[in-house]
């Protein structure tokens, strides 16, 4: 068998991962025991991995997460209002399936866009689209979109996003325009997709921040009742991560 000229007509079908994992089996003498069926199982498998990493490093780079934080990393252990058969349930990405929302509440600092960020790469993980964007900067985006001529793309894109991140939401008041504009971003939700908001104003505020009582309801209506709430407490994880390093260096400088 010519072996080059074989890997190279692999990778002229875009079989990249099959032709190099077809000249590593070839340089390894178990592969010589292995059945044909063997050999092209293992040949497919690395395709398949292949093509589900760059899958999803294209999820990930559309994504724009503020944040690397990855789901296995949440610290589950400090006391701070993060139910634990919740999370695990968010893990499993069953609510972006179903449309629902996740809310999460609390001071600032303890790690409300680390989590948001956290199930926002879950779920490229298990392929979904993801879009974050800080509140004050998704509406700043919207605003120049609508003054280039270009909102309604725009809007046909978070639309098509299956999970669409508003970080840090308030506690400045609406204006018409941004009100309007988050009705139809919550009203292109409905049944097609979710959303994941994080907040330091507790939901009871939320109608203030919108700022028109019928909108408000609206807005609401379509989020909360479909809606998994985490409210965080307690310290800020920044403070004590800083604590944290400065009683590392004077002890060890103690030492």
Known sequence: MLIHPMAERLRGLGLAAMADAFLDMRNQPAADDLSREDWLGLLIDREVTARDNKRFGRRLSVARLRQNAVIEDADLRTPRGLDRGLFQTLTTCGWIRDSHHVLIGGPTGVGKSWLACALGHKACRDGFSVFYRRAPRLFADLATARGEGRLARLMRSLERTRLLIIDDWGPEPLDAEQRRDLL????????????????????????EIIGDPTLGDAILDRVIHRSHRIELKGESLRKRQALAAVEGLTNAKEK
Request: hydrophobic share 35%.
């Open 184 to 207: 139809e971003i919550v009203d292109d939700r409905e049944g097609k997709g979710s959303l994941l908001i994080t907040s330091q104003v507790p939901i009871g505020r939320w109608h």
